[in-house]
């Protein structure tokens, strides 16, 4: 049966008023459960955090982690402070919103891709020497830039230039970068960290196996090849 598109346009405008109780939603063996109880975001943005929560997990899921969790909620909560996280234990297939972020911000929706990987990564622990957290959140831009649905709505991209200040370490969308340059370098890479972050024997030797040579000798030549504009001892004076 084909559904023609003002069909789902009504459908998708008939439900409001009812997200508090609204029924989950499935998708290729997914089940996703949506709750604000408050009503704080509009349809538009539950629309679109919903199409970027199936688009980006159910991708994430079967490049990374096949056994991630098949029944993920998602919590808009106004009385969270910050933007977004994924909880550990019990809450580790829970993703709780701060709404005022995405009010003031709503074209920022592919956070939601960001959180979905992390849903996916289920490490064992978070911050530690086998977790390295600088990787986690890396690994976790990586995928939102991956597989989110319109990051340029939200003035978001992985940088293209390397920094003075910038690291390898740095975290978030620096390691980003950087991962998805080795990942081209080295197809599979990313995935392989993950695993290896998932099943708790990550360790930096593990750079020279996968890649070839340390991760400080690979962030270098990155370095070197995306060039840094500012550098100090480049001088265009006579
Ligand atoms: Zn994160």
Redesign the pocket.
Same mark, same amino acid.
């Given at each position: 049966m084909t559904r023609r598109p003002a069909t789902v346009l009504l459908a998708s405008l008939c439900c409001a008023a009812a997200f508090a109780g609204e029924a989950p939603l499935v998708r290729d063996g997914v089940t996703l459960a949506y709750r604000d109880d408050a009503g704080a975001l509009g349809a538009e943005t539950r629309g679109k955090i919903v199409e970027t929560f199936f688009s980006a997990y159910l991708r994430q899921r079967a490049d990374f982690n096949p056994a991630a969790p098949d029944r993920v909620e998602i919590v808009v909560d106004p009385g969270y402070d910050g933007i977004a996280y994924v909880g550990d234990g019990d809450g580790r297939a829970t993703m709780t919103i701060n709404p005022a972020w995405l009010v003031e911000r709503p074209g920022d929706t592919d956070l939601v891709a =960001? +959180?979905a990987m =992390?849903i996916v990564q289920a490490y064992p622990d978070y911050d530690s020497e086998r977790t390295p957290v600088w990787l986690? +959140?890396g690994i976790?831009d990586y995928a939102r830039d991956r597989y989110g649905l319109d990051n340029a709505a939200g003035g978001w991209a992985l940088p293209d230039a390397v920094g003075p200040e910038h690291r390898y370490d740095s975290g978030y969308r620096v390691t980003g970068a950087f991962l998805e340059w080795a990942e081209a370098a080295h197809p599979g890479l990313v995935a392989r960290l993950d695993a290896a972050l998932r099943e708790g024997r990550y360790a930096p030797p593990l750079w020279r196996e996968l890649a070839g040579e340390d991760v400080d000798r690979l962030w270098a030549r990155y370095a070197r090849e995306r060039g840094d504009d500012t550098d100090p001892t480049e001088t265009t004076d006579p």
């Amino acid at each position: 049966m084909t559904r023609r598109p003002a069909t789902v346009l009504l459908a998708s405008l008939c439900c409001a008023a009812a997200f508090a109780g609204e029924a989950p939603l499935v998708r290729d063996g997914v089940t996703l459960a949506y709750r604000d109880d408050a009503g704080a975001l509009g349809a538009e943005t539950r629309g679109k955090i919903v199409e970027t929560f199936f688009s980006a997990y159910l991708r994430q899921r079967a490049d990374f982690n096949p056994a991630a969790p098949d029944r993920v909620e998602i919590v808009v909560d106004p009385g969270y402070d910050g933007i977004a996280y994924v909880g550990d234990g019990d809450g580790r297939a829970t993703m709780t919103i701060n709404p005022a972020w995405l009010v003031e911000r709503p074209g920022d929706t592919d956070l939601v891709a =960001h +959180e979905a990987m =992390h849903i996916v990564q289920a490490y064992p622990d978070y911050d530690s020497e086998r977790t390295p957290v600088w990787l986690v +959140e890396g690994i976790a831009d990586y995928a939102r830039d991956r597989y989110g649905l319109d990051n340029a709505a939200g003035g978001w991209a992985l940088p293209d230039a390397v920094g003075p200040e910038h690291r390898y370490d740095s975290g978030y969308r620096v390691t980003g970068a950087f991962l998805e340059w080795a990942e081209a370098a080295h197809p599979g890479l990313v995935a392989r960290l993950d695993a290896a972050l998932r099943e708790g024997r990550y360790a930096p030797p593990l750079w020279r196996e996968l890649a070839g040579e340390d991760v400080d000798r690979l962030w270098a030549r990155y370095a070197r090849e995306r060039g840094d504009d500012t550098d100090p001892t480049e001088t265009t004076d006579p």
